[in-house]
């Protein structure tokens, strides 16, 4: 292992700017030990020593390096969705969950079906023991998950959708408390369901994977998971943090539309989605603004990629394949002749954080913000642990 001091002699005459230099330190650094990933924890934080070890257990299961950056990463994430609760507590949470489900329901069923719903919660399973009551009760994440799971099923089971909504199939498959059921992101690091679905470790129901997401383990392993099992170029943690909230690489795109944007003197969205996408995540056939804006783009200087070409590059917005494509790459090569520098390789997303769990909205500059300054406080405990 080179020595600090030769650490320092490389990150002086590197030419390669600072994010070499971390890249570096990041390369070089000790792992850390259970008894320093305790300690990296805050120490209001009950049960640090088991947050530790299993934080550290599912690294090295997914082969993650279990350097200071990689752990304050996950600690801070961990940290800003539940300050390390597997089953996070949160105010007030079945009276807003209980208007986002009407919503929800007189949106898709109409006003008929939601009316009967309410009927229901009032009257079932019993008058004094009703869904209403127990609602108002619930006061934790997998309490209200749960009771939606309980109520919805029983909805499903004794009433008729099909012959209320005149509508067959309507849930593709799905089970009615699952597919109006808006718990959505679970656990200690807020983890979307569809996400650990796809990546679940073995065959499982949804309802025992959510439930498997209110654990620990699970909360953790599918949280990390989703943070840190891509390769990005960002000079900063600042924009993982960002794409946790909106996205994987969302910083990335977004940079990409104010690209566009400087180049065609439009107002795209910088939310980081270059195409538009359904419900359950499947990319629409109808093109989105920032595709059209590429396609003007590029019939202005007349490149000499299709539209079809275009579709087929921004399919791979959501990976790091999409950096090697001949829409990126052309975007890249336009604005470095326009503006004789290369565009930003990476800018905060603007999109708006709403849902049943948050009192207000929020965006993810503030989610990003609030995340990396509990990072940074990370890192300066592992500064004096001397693990930097």
């Given at each position: 292992?080179?020595?600090?001091?030769?650490?320092?002699?490389?990150?002086?005459?590197?030419?390669?700017?600072?994010?070499?230099?971390?890249?570096?330190?990041?390369?070089?650094?000790?792992?850390?030990?259970?008894?320093?990933?305790?300690?990296?924890?805050?120490?209001?934080?009950?049960?640090?020593?088991?947050?530790?070890?299993?934080?550290?257990?599912?690294?090295?299961?997914?082969?993650?390096?279990?350097?200071?950056?990689?752990?304050?990463?996950?600690?801070?994430?961990?940290?800003?969705?539940?300050?390390?609760?597997?089953?996070?507590?949160?105010?007030?949470?079945?009276?807003?969950?209980?208007?986002?489900?009407?919503?929800?329901?007189?949106?898709?069923?109409?006003?008929?079906?939601?009316?009967?719903?309410?009927?229901?919660?009032?009257?079932?399973?019993?008058?004094?023991?009703?869904?209403?009551?127990?609602?108002?009760?619930?006061?934790?994440?997998?309490?209200?998950?749960?009771?939606?799971?309980?109520?919805?099923?029983?909805?499903?089971?004794?009433?008729?959708?099909?012959?209320?909504?005149?509508?067959?199939?309507?849930?593709?498959?799905?089970?009615?408390?699952?597919?109006?059921?808006?718990?959505?992101?679970?656990?200690?690091?807020?983890?979307?369901?569809?996400?650990?679905?796809?990546?679940?470790?073995?065959?499982?129901?949804?309802?025992?994977?959510?439930d498997h997401l209110y654990t620990r383990e699970g909360g953790l392993y599918y949280g990390i998971h989703r943070l840190m099992m891509y390769s990005t170029d960002y000079d900063k943690p600042l924009y993982r943090f960002a794409d946790y909230n909106s996205g994987m690489y969302s910083s990335r795109n977004a940079a990409l539309q104010q690209a566009v944007n400087k180049l065609t003197e439009q107002q795209l969205a910088l939310d980081g989605d270059l195409l538009l996408y359904g419900r359950d995540k499947d990319v629409l056939s109808k093109p989105s603004t920032t595709e059209l804006a590429i396609q003007a783009l590029f019939t202005q200087y007349t490149v000499p990629i299709s539209a079809r070409q275009i579709r087929r590059d921004l399919k791979k917005e959501k990976s790091e394949k999409f950096e090697k494509t001949d829409t990126y790459l052309e975007i890249q090569r336009l604005y470095q002749i326009r503006f004789s520098q290369q565009p930003d390789y990476a800018i905060m997303p603007e999109v708006v954080i709403s849902g049943p769990k948050l009192s207000r909205d929020y965006n993810t500059a503030w989610f990003a913000n609030r995340v990396d300054g509990r990072y940074q406080r990370c890192i300066q405990q592992g500064q004096r642990l001397d693990l930097y």
């Amino acid at each position: 292992m080179k020595s600090k001091a030769s650490i320092a002699v490389l990150c002086a005459i590197s030419l390669f700017g600072l994010s070499s230099c971390d890249r570096i330190k990041q390369a070089t650094a000790p792992d850390v030990t259970p008894e320093q990933m305790r300690k990296l924890i805050p120490a209001r934080v009950s049960e640090r020593r088991e947050w530790a070890e299993q934080i550290l257990n599912i690294m090295q299961q997914l082969e993650i390096r279990r350097n200071l950056t990689n752990s304050c990463t996950i600690i801070a994430v961990v940290d800003q969705e539940s300050n390390f609760h597997a089953d996070p507590v949160v105010a007030g949470l079945g009276k807003t969950a209980m208007t986002e489900m009407n919503q929800r329901l007189e949106a898709k069923l109409g006003k008929f079906v939601a009316g009967q719903f309410q009927d229901m919660l009032k009257q079932k399973p019993t008058p004094d023991d009703n869904f209403a009551h127990r609602l108002q009760r619930v006061k934790t994440e997998k309490q209200l998950d749960q009771l939606y799971r309980e109520m919805f099923s029983f909805f499903e089971d004794n009433y008729n959708i099909g012959l209320l909504t005149g509508v067959a199939g309507l849930f593709a498959g799905q089970p009615l408390s699952e597919y109006f059921n808006p718990i959505s992101t679970l656990g200690s690091m807020q983890v979307h369901i569809s996400y650990a679905d796809q990546h679940k470790t073995h065959a499982m129901t949804l309802a025992a994977l959510r439930d498997h997401l209110y654990t620990r383990e699970g909360g953790l392993y599918y949280g990390i998971h989703r943070l840190m099992m891509y390769s990005t170029d960002y000079d900063k943690p600042l924009y993982r943090f960002a794409d946790y909230n909106s996205g994987m690489y969302s910083s990335r795109n977004a940079a990409l539309q104010q690209a566009v944007n400087k180049l065609t003197e439009q107002q795209l969205a910088l939310d980081g989605d270059l195409l538009l996408y359904g419900r359950d995540k499947d990319v629409l056939s109808k093109p989105s603004t920032t595709e059209l804006a590429i396609q003007a783009l590029f019939t202005q200087y007349t490149v000499p990629i299709s539209a079809r070409q275009i579709r087929r590059d921004l399919k791979k917005e959501k990976s790091e394949k999409f950096e090697k494509t001949d829409t990126y790459l052309e975007i890249q090569r336009l604005y470095q002749i326009r503006f004789s520098q290369q565009p930003d390789y990476a800018i905060m997303p603007e999109v708006v954080i709403s849902g049943p769990k948050l009192s207000r909205d929020y965006n993810t500059a503030w989610f990003a913000n609030r995340v990396d300054g509990r990072y940074q406080r990370c890192i300066q405990q592992g500064q004096r642990l001397d693990l930097y």
